[in-house]
C-alpha cells in the first residue's frame, strides 16, 4: 500500500480576499471551492489548485478574519515548495514577483518568496509526476505551477517523526549535506518530499501564515486499511470523517505536526459543474440550514475568473 503523493496543505489565512488575489491572481492557481470550515462553519475554507483540484496540487485557507500572524516553531511546518517546470520559467517567476512589489531570494534551481501572511513559499524546477496546472490569463502554459513538491518542517521530536514517515507511510530516506533531513514517497502517480530543518529555540505560535495541517493521498479503496495501520501502530486517528469532496482520517505525528490522510475521490465537481469550481458558496448538507446566517458572517469576496462576488444563494 503506497500513498498518492500529497493531497493538499492548509493554512491559515487573516484576509480570504487578499488570499485569493495572491494565490489565484499571481501565483495562477484555481480557487476550486469556496466552503466553509466544516467544524467551524462561520469561517471560509477555500480551496485552490490545478484546473479541476487535483490531489497533489491542493492548498487551502481558513480565514480567521484580521487573526494575528504564527510564526511556526517546532511541531510546525514552515515552507510549502511548488513545482516550475523549466529553470526559464522560474527566472520569469522572479520577474513576475518582483515587478509586483513582492520580494524574492533564491538563485537558479528555486526562489523563496512570502505569501501576504507571511508563509515561506518556495518555487523549484521540479517535476513530480503528474502535471497539475491551471490555466490563467497572463500566464504562459509553459510557466504554470505545475503542483506542490512538498514541505519543509520543524520538528519536536525528529526521530520519531522518522519512523512515523518510514514505518508507517512508506517514505524512503534522501541523504542530504548539512543538518537538514529529507525523505520522499513515491507514489503512483506522484513523488512528494518531506524536509526537516533543525527547529527554532523560539516556539512556535499558531496564526495567520502558518500551516494548519498536511494532507496526504490515499487511493479510496486503501483508506479503511491506512486507519487500521495508524490504529495498530498505537496512533490516536479520529473515525473517518466525510468532507464531502473525500474523506478523511487526521492524527497527529510525534514531532507534532497534524496529518491527515485524505481520499482521492470524489474530488471538487460534485457539488458544481467543473466549468464553474468556487463560483458559488457552498455549505455542507448539516451546515445549509445555517446558510443565511453564514452569509451574514462571512467576508464577501470576489471570484478571481469571473470578477463577480461569490454568490451566498442557496444552490
Ligand atoms: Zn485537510
Redesign the pocket.
Known amino acids: 500500500m503506497k500513498l498518492e503523493g500529497l493531497h493538499?496543505v492548509?493554512m491559515v489565512t487573516a484576509d480570504a480576499q487578499r488570499t485569493v488575489d495572491f494565490y489565484a491572481g499571481v501565483l495562477g492557481l484555481r480557487l476550486v471551492k469556496t466552503t466553509v470550515n466544516f467544524d467551524q462553519p462561520d469561517a471560509y475554507h477555500l480551496y485552490f489548485g490545478d484546473e479541476r483540484g487535483a490531489p497533489g496540487s491542493i492548498l487551502?485557507w481558513f480565514e480567521f478574519a484580521g487573526a494575528r500572524r504564527g510564526r511556526a516553531g517546532a511541531g510546525m511546518v514552515h515552507r510549502i515548495q511548488l513545482a516550475v517546470p523549466t529553470v526559464e520559467a522560474l527566472e520569469r517567476w522572479g520577474h513576475r514577483l518582483q515587478d509586483r512589489g513582492i520580494p524574492v531570494q533564491g538563485g537558479p534551481a528555486g526562489l523563496v518568496t512570502e505569501d501576504p501572511d507571511g508563509l515561506e513559499i518556495e518555487l523549484l524546477v521540479h517535476d513530480i509526476g503528474e502535471q497539475l496546472t491551471a490555466t490563467h490569463p497572463d500566464i504562459p502554459a509553459a510557466d504554470a505551477i505545475c503542483g506542490i513538491v512538498g514541505v519543509r518542517a520543524f520538528s519536536a521530536d525528529p526521530e520519531a517523526t522518522a519512523l512515523v514517515l518510514t514505518d508507517l507511510l512508506g517514505f524512503g530516506r534522501e541523504p542530504v549535506e548539512g543538518e537538514s533531513r529529507e525523505w520522499t514517497a513515491f507514489g503512483p502517480r506522484q513523488h512528494v518530499h518531506w524536509t526537516l530543518d533543525p527547529a527554532p529555540s523560539a516556539p512556535g505560535v499558531p496564526g495567520a501564515g502558518t500551516v494548519h495541517?498536511i494532507?496526504w493521498a490515499s487511493r479510496d479503496e486503501d483508506h479503511e486499511a491506512w486507519r487500521t495501520r495508524m490504529v495498530d501502530a498505537g496512533a490516536t486517528v479520529t473515525p473517518v470523517i466525510d468532507r464531502d469532496y473525500f474523506d478523511?482520517i487526521y492524527f497527529r505525528e510525534p514531532g507534532g505536526v497534524l496529518f491527515?490522510i485524505?481520499t482521492v475521490g470524489p474530488g471538487f465537481a460534485t457539488d458544481e459543474d467543473a466549468a464553474h469550481l468556487g463560483e458559488e458558496l457552498r455549505l455542507p448538507t448539516q451546515h445549509e440550514p445555517r446558510r443565511a446566517e453564514l452569509a451574514g458572517v462571512l467576508t464577501p469576496i470576489v471570484h478571481p475568473r469571473t470578477g463577480q462576488p461569490v454568490s451566498f444563494d442557496a444552490p
Open positions: 493538499h492548509t487551502t495541517h494532507a478523511a491527515e485524505a
